[in-house]
Nanobody
């Protein structure tokens, strides 16, 4: 079992930055990959970025490369999503997820956090 708790969301203006955190716990979470997804109102949940915990390899959706950065703090068992130059279209609930492989599909992940709201005003 893996537990995930997201934090760091909020209301910001276009052009601002935010850093989301995902604290992971559980007996075997270090054998998992951690990913970030987001879901905007009325839209499907979509992949944002992922990180393979074992070797730190990172994966991004092409449209967000350069603005979003995924990273980790091994000592804190935490994965971060640094989001820069935020746009109103980045408004969504952001979810952290854990899966055996850093895939881009929802079913690649077995465990999900509760989500954190990010709202970007124009």
């Amino acid at each position: 079992q893996v537990q995930l708790v997201e934090s760091g969301g909020g209301l910001v203006q276009a052009g601002d930055s935010l850093r989301l955190s995902c604290a992971a716990s559980g007996r075997t979470f270090s054998s998992y990959s951690l990913g970030w997804f987001r879901q905007a109102p009325g839209k499907e949940r979509e992949f944002v970025a992922a990180l393979r915990w074992s070797d730190g390899t990172k994966y991004y959706v092409a449209s967000m490369t350069g603005r979003f950065t995924i990273s980790r703090d091994n000592a804190k068992n935490t994965v971060y999503l640094q989001m820069n130059s935020l746009k109103p279209e980045d408004t969504a609930v952001y979810y952290c997820a854990a899966g055996r492989e850093p895939g881009r599909r929802l079913y690649d992940y077995d465990y999900w956090g509760q989500g954190t709201q990010v709202t970007v005003s124009s």
